[in-house]
């Protein structure tokens, strides 16, 4: 039991990770199809892993219905919005677009999932307003930097900071945009490196203990 | 007095907050404000510059690469271009290579059309979606009625007056790829420097960095940046559209936030040394 | 689609983009309709998307035309769903541990070139011609090398962050804060270009050829709360805001 | 200390490894370009040698002859190419005489020998004959044009083009992994050492300051996990971390709620709430409702939760993971629900959210550093070392590196800029 319950599946881990992991030094064909039948058996998998998602959150609120739970009502509409982009989906086999036809998915695209997904995120604009009121506080200079960096980009974007910086600042010579341009090329990308230097350390020894056994977080307990 | 007003300030019910940044969103909607917009970009003006320069009857090639998503920036950009191009007579071609783009050009073009008297077929066409934009690229330096051998309503190609002679790029006075997916790239790639088509792009506000080096090359004549390039565009044309008043409400927007950082930051100051 | 369906679909649009501003104002049934709704649209969304470009072209039709490979995946696949039966549970093992290698085997090499390496190289690679250089060229070049290091230095857990390494990891903050700026800055516009293409919509959908939905529907908005405003005047307030 | 000595030698070791290795492919290509130099007087001959394009997966070849001092601005070469035995000539390409030179193929010095002094020029198959298939013999020819006008032709040569086994360009690469994990396998098998030392990490001693206030106001503690899956890095620090903060929970007798994103992230997150609510000795406060799943849409996932925030009003907030634009979604909703907020995540674009409207936020690397800060796991540590191990190698190749361009540049030694920058050159 413990060889098909703990053996094998690591074995798995080893052998997929060191042969992925050597595809990257062959330029064999073999090896190039090799990742390229495995990149979509992943493909496949993963997508099954979203059954899961799915499975859950169906069972979550057909729960709720069943036991009449708080707010029940508003769960009906999760097999609502599920059913408007499905059922249109099925009768227009997956396609957006029919000749020049929008099809009945293309329709529950546009109106349905894309307006709630656009303003989901128009939203973001009304907190980061809020935010710039109640909490950007400049309470260091290391927020200060922070502070002045975001604003020569937020006025260096729009017509009316280059105006505003021409009448205060015009006599330094330097333009709103060559300022931003610097900031974007200059200190901003040295943070940058060093924060994505850092993760791709993180991941790589990650990914190693994961190869090899050590990293088992994933799996739960037995 | 004035620490307990401050005070008052701070503990605002933040509606009023969401209500001031909607107000300046809507208002230059409605009626565009038409805020100084003086400094045009150098990028925006070569691709003007270089469509003003096509003799009329020259066809340019639009790929038009932009979903709803990416709306409010390129469909002003895409609008601007296609109401040049029709303005100085010249043949307009469309192709996609994304799915949720087809709406967004038949919007385009059902308003303009109108507008300049445009026919389709003869002044313009549109060539449906296609999925693998490589193959497409690489099969229009040849011969493009390979792929496109019908329009988007099922028209023979190469029988409309609008295609006559053309047959690949060598035809193509000019190729701009308005886009919000990295869809430039392939252009350059495939197209602009393997057959020295004359490209240039409409992008997004965000991408726009990362082109810098296209333009230093020359491999794009020009660029079209965000809200900002659409207006800047819309400048010159002389014709104020969804560019100028959605930079408009940016100009609003962006000063806002600016101001509530530093008037929140100046108030907690005094509060804290009166 | 009929015109009547642009239109039908101007409303839809209009009231679900109204309800969920609503919250904005107050937590409300609307908002949590069209919250549910979104929940459900967007799985569904994906299962459209995994229906028709995995399931059916990479799965049933291969199945179809007897390619059994793809029993391999699939069956992978199937395991992960016995995660709901906590006695059998351990079979998705395998459909995990294949996950994890594929991506812990691939990102291992790709990680060491792209992020590490490269950047590595990016830092001394501008040194490589210095005499076309222009002097404030190199100087820009140096403080992102600079920039570079002193922001290790801050993610440096193996030295107590004090004296010498303090000063140079401090150095580092300021060059991440220029970086946190300059994304704040961005993201700023993106999300106010967003809203202003929403209210954009709106405002289309507010013509006589929509039959006035905008405004139809925000009226109808602004009556709700009016009337549960002044039916739960006793009660006390649990909005959204503060 | 020890350490650093370790770094040193490894370090010198690469250096010293290189040229040896360099010195193999060498030896192999100089032969190939011997052939050209049995030039016959006739100045417009062309010696040229078609090979296959080294270290790729067959879908080239490699043509190089040497350069000929007579050759002036207008002169230019046209390569021909076929895969029949007959006939069949394919334009390849065609430059002027002043490029495509061997110093211009991109291939690092231990995998190429290339000299200004001959051409060398990468023929790719895959344009030219659609899907080239494996074992065809192609002949290829190159012309010699003067202004416009061909004045000689070479012989004609034939190539087979087919796939390599190893990428001797990515060898840089292959080195900084083997020693990767070498220093990874020391650190782990002294794992079991104790105190290994590690600096402390400023937000994480908020986090028993936002518990106990927690308990105080008799308010539930939030657990964000993100949306990220099991397969991130971010997600496996935030379940460690999660480990540690309901732990403290148990102990402290609060509660908490963990809502999710990701199914097997929420099993995964069930074990390890039970496990800690067991090593804390409250096996009996744990509930299965701790851990409740609540969308797989960013957006769903972000507005249930905001929902949720508004109408609970935790005491405090912890984001620890993967997060992407619901990052100010729920901070900014947790600020002003007047929540402690602790933020984490290594998506570097959303930091400067969390920045400005939580408490206490760690950057990055920070996060993964914290889950062995907080449980002083042996192995946990272990492996931050080996982090460490890498931000050492990226300051001393940086420092290294740009002393030895400099170096180079103001010497004109420009084997030595070469031999630097190809050593970090991704191929």
Redesign the interface.
């Known amino acids: 039991m413990k060889l098909i319950?703990k053996q094998?599946?690591?074995a798995?881990?080893?052998?997929?990770?060191?042969?992925?992991?050597v595809s990257?030094?062959?330029?064999?064909?073999?090896s190039?199809a090799f990742l390229d039948?495995?990149?979509?058996?992943?493909?496949?998998?993963?997508?099954?892993?979203?059954?899961?998602?799915?499975?859950?959150?169906f069972y979550?609120h057909y729960a709720k219905i069943k036991k009449k739970g708080d707010?029940w009502g508003?769960?009906?509409?999760?097999?609502?919005?599920?059913?408007?982009?499905?059922v249109p989906?099925?009768v227009s086999?997956?396609?957006?677009?029919s000749?020049?036809?929008?099809?009945?998915?293309?329709?529950?695209?546009?109106?349905?999932?894309?307006?709630?997904?656009?303003?989901?995120?128009?939203?973001?604009?009304?907190?980061?307003?809020?935010?710039?009121?109640?909490?950007?506080?400049?309470k260091s200079v290391?927020?200060m930097?922070?502070?002045?960096?975001?604003?020569?980009?937020?006025?260096?974007?729009?017509?009316?900071?280059?105006?505003l910086w021409g009448k205060a600042l015009g006599w330094t010579g330097h333009s709103l945009?060559g300022l931003m341009?610097?900031?974007?090329?200059?200190?901003?990308?040295?943070?940058?490196?060093?924060?994505?230097?850092?993760?791709?350390?993180?991941?790589?020894?990650?990914?190693?203990?994961?190869?090899f056994g050590?990293?088992r977080?994933?799996?739960?307990?037995? | 007095m004035l620490k307990k007003t401050l005070e008052l300030l701070?503990n605002i019910d933040?509606r009023w907050?969401?209500l001031?940044?909607?107000l300046s969103i809507f208002i230059p909607i409605v009626r565009p404000l038409g805020?100084?917009?003086?400094?045009i970009s150098a990028d925006v003006r070569h691709v003007y510059e270089k469509m003003n320069s096509l003799p009329p009857g020259s066809f340019i090639l639009l790929s038009l690469d932009y979903?709803?998503?990416t709306r409010p920036e390129l469909h002003p950009q895409a609008m601007a271009l296609v109401r040049q191009a029709f303005e100085r007579n010249l043949r307009v071609g469309v192709v996609t290579f994304i799915?949720?783009s087809?709406?967004l050009i038949?919007e385009v073009f059902s308003t303009l059309s109108k507008q300049y008297n445009k026919v389709y077929g003869k002044d313009y066409v549109i060539f449906?979606?296609e999925p693998n934009i490589v193959a497409v690229l690489t099969q229009m330096a040849s011969n493009l009625y390979g792929i496109y051998d019908k329009d988007?309503?099922?028209n023979e190609a190469a029988s409309l007056p609008v295609m006559k002679g053309i047959t690949n790029y060598k035809d193509m006075g000019l190729v701009v790829d308005v886009t919000g997916t990295s869809s430039i790239d392939i252009w350059v790639q495939y197209a602009g420097d393997k057959y020295n088509v004359p490209l240039a792009a409409g992008v997004t506000?965000i991408s726009q960095?990362s082109y810098g080096p296209y333009l230093q090359t020359g491999q794009l004549k020009g660029l079209i940046g965000?809200m900002?390039g659409a207006?800047d565009y819309e400048t010159l044309l002389n014709a104020p559209g969804k560019g100028t008043s959605g930079?408009d409400a940016?100009?609003l927007?962006?000063?806002?936030?600016?101001v509530?950082?530093v008037?929140?930051?100046l108030g907690?100051f005094l509060v804290k040394y009166l | 689609?009929s015109h009547t369906?642009m239109i039908?679909?101007?409303w839809?649009?209009a009231g679900?983009?109204i309800f969920?501003?609503s919250?904005?104002y107050k937590d409300n049934?609307f908002f949590?309709?069209?919250?549910?709704?979104?929940?459900?649209?967007?799985?569904?969304?994906?299962?459209?998307v995994?229906?028709?470009?995995?399931?059916?072209p990479?799965?049933a039709d291969p199945l179809r035309a007897h390619q059994w490979?793809?029993l391999?995946?699939?069956v992978?696949?199937?395991s992960?769903?016995t995660?709901?039966f906590p006695k059998i549970s351990?079979v998705s093992?395998?459909?995990?541990?294949?996950?994890?290698?594929?991506?812990?085997?691939?990102?291992?090499?790709?990680?060491?070139s792209?992020?590490?390496m490269s950047?590595i190289y990016?830092?001394i690679q501008p040194f490589t011609d210095v005499s076309h250089m222009t002097r404030l060229g190199m100087l820009?070049s140096l403080?992102?090398?600079?920039?570079?290091i002193?922001?290790?230095f801050?993610?440096f857990f193996s030295v107590e962050n004090k004296g010498a390494v303090k000063k140079i990891s401090n150095i580092?903050?300021?060059?991440?804060?220029?970086?946190?700026?300059?994304?704040?800055?961005?993201?700023?516009?993106a999300?106010?270009s967003?809203?202003y293409?929403?209210f954009d919509e709106l405002y289309s959908y507010s013509g006589a050829n929509y039959f006035y939905a905008t405004q139809v529907l925000l009226a109808g908005m602004v009556a709700y709360f009016l009337v549960h405003g002044l039916l739960a005047k006793k009660k006390p307030e649990g909005g959204a805001a503060n | 200390m020890k350490n650093n000595r370790i770094v040193c030698g490894l370090f010198t070791l690469f250096l010293a490894a290189a040229p040896v290795l360099a010195a193999k492919p060498a030896g192999h290509a100089k032969p190939v370009s011997r052939p050209a130099a049995k030039a016959s007087p006739a100045p417009r001959t062309v010696g040229l040698v078609a090979e296959d394009m080294p270290?790729?997966?067959?879908g080239a070849l490699l043509l190089r002859w040497p350069v000929n001092p007579a050759d002036d601005s207008g002169t230019s070469y046209r390569v021909y190419i076929s895969s029949q035995e007959k006939g069949g000539w394919l334009q390849g390409t065609e430059f002027p005489a002043s490029a495509n030179k061997g110093t211009d193929i991109d291939l690092p010095f231990w995998a190429w020998d290339g000299s200004a002094s001959e051409h060398a020029l990468r023929l790719d198959l895959n344009g030219l004959f659609g899907d080239a298939s494996?074992g065809t013999v192609y002949r290829v020819k190159v012309s010699v044009l003067q202004n416009g006008a061909e004045v000689a032709e070479s012989e004609v040569k034939t190539a087979r083009a087919y796939?390599?086994?190893?990428?001797l360009d990515?060898l840089n690469?292959?080195v900084m992994l083997i020693i990767?994990?070498i220093v990874?396998f020391l650190a782990?098998s002294h794992a079991k050492r104790k105190g290994l030392f590690i600096r402390r990490i400023a937000g994480l001693d908020a986090i028993d300051e936002a518990i106990g206030r927690a308990t105080e106001m008799g308010k539930p503690i939030y657990y964000v996990p993100g949306i990220g899956?099991?397969?991130l890095?971010s997600t496996?620090a935030s379940?460690?971390i999660l480990g540690e903060v309901s732990k403290k929970v148990a102990q402290y007798d609060s509660f908490i709620k963990v809502p999710h994103y990701?199914?097997?992230v929420?099993?995964?997150c069930?074990?390890?709430v039970k496990?800690s609510y067991l090593e804390a000795g409250r096996p009996d406060s744990y509930r299965e409702d701790i851990n409740?799943?609540i969308?797989?849409d960013q957006?769903s996932y972000?507005?249930s939760i905001d929902g949720m925030i508004t109408r609970e009003k935790p005491a405090a907030c912890f984001f620890m993971g993967y997060f992407m634009?619901e990052s100010?979604?729920l901070s900014?909703?947790g600020?002003?629900s007047g929540a402690i907020q602790i933020a984490g995540t290594?998506i570097?674009y959303q930091?400067?959210?969390f920045?400005?409207?939580c408490d206490y936020t760690l950057?990055?690397?920070e996060l993964?550093a914290a889950g062995a800060y907080l449980s002083k796991e042996p192995?946990l540590l272990s492996?931050l070392k080996?982090?460490d191990f890498?931000?050492l190698v990226?300051m001393l190749g940086v420092s290294i590196g740009l002393v030895l361009v400099l170096l180079g540049q103001w010497q004109h030694w420009h084997s030595l800029v070469n031999f630097v920058t190809d050593i970090f050159k991704a191929n």
């Open positions: 319950k094998i599946p690591f798995i881990v080893f052998v997929f990770g060191m042969l992925t992991l990257y030094y062959v330029p064999h064909p073999k190039v039948t495995v990149s979509q058996w992943e493909n496949i998998v993963s997508s099954f892993a979203f059954l899961l998602g799915l499975f859950s959150l979550t707010g508003y769960s009906l509409f999760v097999f609502v919005g599920f059913l408007a982009v499905v989906a099925i086999h997956g396609r957006q677009m000749g020049s036809e929008m099809t009945p998915l293309g329709w529950s695209f546009r109106y349905i999932y894309n307006t709630l997904l656009a303003t989901m995120f128009a939203v973001l604009a009304f907190y980061i307003v809020s935010t710039a009121y109640r909490s950007f506080r400049i290391q927020a930097v922070l502070f002045v960096a975001a604003l020569i980009l937020i006025l260096g974007r729009v017509p009316i900071g280059e105006i945009s341009n610097w900031i974007v090329d200059v200190p901003s990308v040295a943070g940058k490196r060093g924060i994505m230097i850092g993760i791709a350390v993180g991941a790589v020894v990650t990914s190693l203990k994961i190869v050590i990293e977080q994933y799996l739960g307990k037995d | 701070f933040r907050l969401f001031l940044l909607a805020l100084p917009n003086k400094n979903d709803p998503s799915p949720g087809t709406g038949d449906p979606y988007k309503y099922g506000a960095p965000g900002k207006a930079i940016l100009n927007a962006h000063i806002l936030v600016v509530l950082i008037f929140s930051n907690l | 689609m369906w039908a679909g101007g839809l649009a679900l983009t969920i501003f919250f904005l049934p949590k309709i069209a919250e549910h709704l979104y929940l459900g649209a967007g799985m569904g969304w994906w299962f459209q995994y229906l028709y470009s995995i399931w059916i990479k799965v490979a793809v391999v995946p699939a992978l696949g199937v992960l769903v995660q709901f351990w093992r395998y459909g995990f541990t294949f996950l994890m290698g594929y991506g812990a085997g691939l990102a291992i090499p790709t990680m060491l792209t992020n590490f950047q990016g830092c820009n403080i992102v090398a600079v920039g570079t002193a922001v290790l801050y993610f580092g903050i300021y060059f991440l804060m220029a970086y946190f700026g300059t994304t704040f800055g961005n993201t700023v516009m999300r106010f967003l809203l293409g929403r | 270290y790729d997966v067959g494996p796939g390599n086994w190893f990428r990515r690469n292959l990767i994990v990874f782990v899956d099991m397969t890095v496996i379940t460690f990701d199914p097997i929420m099993t995964v069930k074990e390890v496990q409740q799943f969308s797989q957006f972000a507005a634009a100010l979604l900014e909703v600020a002003a290594d570097e930091l400067p959210f920045f400005t409207s950057i990055g690397e993964y192995m492996a080996v982090q890498g931000k990226v």
